[in-house]
């Protein structure tokens, strides 16, 4: 157990719906970060998050975005849903954004199935 | 976009084998990661490199950070069945404002025939 805890497990959708996923890091952990695993893409990052702060981004779609809330769990929110948008999403944290310890410690995921 | 390529994609051996897998990128990190993925979970740290040339063990793992901080090695001794998995590299990129960004590796297939 990583400590970081994300919900749902699954979700199952339709396309054009919108949906969240939910991530709380370990203890103490002040960055979050989102990922997105598919079969052909693997893992891709998504977006960053440093105390509420939003502090990277990587090929993350105009149709999704993030936050970080002051008690540091973290959203993303997935809209306008397309099939091809179905993956397994991660959520990462760890201690730091900067620095020498950049250990992300991933949490279980969410398989997101849009039908 | 920075890439990393690694190799093999997939392994097939015997129970009490060594495994080695490595990573190499175009351009340089200043850490490695490596994870395992077992199906339907989230990826699990092995092992963190963050000095060119370390080398770092955990337990049956043995993993380097290449001295010119473009490729990085695992290396899994005497393996079990429960090594099964997909292992992933994964760099941090030096400097710039991609602190907290990994970039990862297609994975290793690793397959243990008891």
């Known amino acids: 157990d990583s400590g970081v805890t994300q919900t749902p497990k699954h979700l199952i959708t339709a396309t054009g719906q919108r949906v969240t996923l939910r991530c709380s890091p370990r203890?103490?952990?002040?960055?979050v970060y989102w990922y997105q695993q598919s079969l052909d893409q693997g893992l891709q990052f998504l977006i960053q998050?440093?105390?509420?702060?939003?502090?990277a981004k990587g090929n993350i779609l105009e149709r999704f975005s993030a936050q970080q809330f002051p008690d540091l769990h973290s959203e993303l929110n997935l809209s306008s849903l397309e099939l091809g948008d179905s993956a397994l999403y991660f959520c990462?944290?760890?201690?730091?954004?900067?620095?020498?310890?950049?250990?992300?410690?991933f949490g279980p995921g969410t398989r997101l199935t849009v039908l | 976009g920075q890439q990393l390529n690694q190799s093999p994609q997939s392994m097939f051996i015997q129970e009490g084998e060594d495994v080695s897998m490595n990573c190499t990128s175009s351009?340089?990190?200043?850490?490695w990661l490596w994870y395992k993925q077992d199906p339907g979970e989230g990826p699990v740290l092995l092992i963190a490199?963050?000095?060119?040339?370390e080398l770092t063990s955990n337990g049956r793992l043995t993993a380097q950070f290449g001295i010119t901080r473009k490729d990085s090695f695992l290396n899994i001794s005497a393996s079990i069945p429960s090594d099964v998995g997909i292992y992933f590299c994964?760099?941090?990129?030096?400097?710039?404002?991609?602190?907290?960004?990994?970039?990862f590796g297609q994975g290793t297939i690793l397959t243990v025939h008891p």
């Open positions: 351009s340089i990190f200043n850490t």
């Open positions: 490199l963050y000095k060119a040339g």
């Open positions: 990462a944290s760890s201690v730091a954004f900067r620095g020498g310890n950049n250990e992300q410690f």
């Open positions: 998050y440093y105390n509420g702060e939003e502090r």
């Open positions: 994964a760099g941090d990129n030096a400097g710039g404002t991609s602190y907290g960004k990994l970039t």
């Open positions: 203890s103490g952990d002040l960055s």
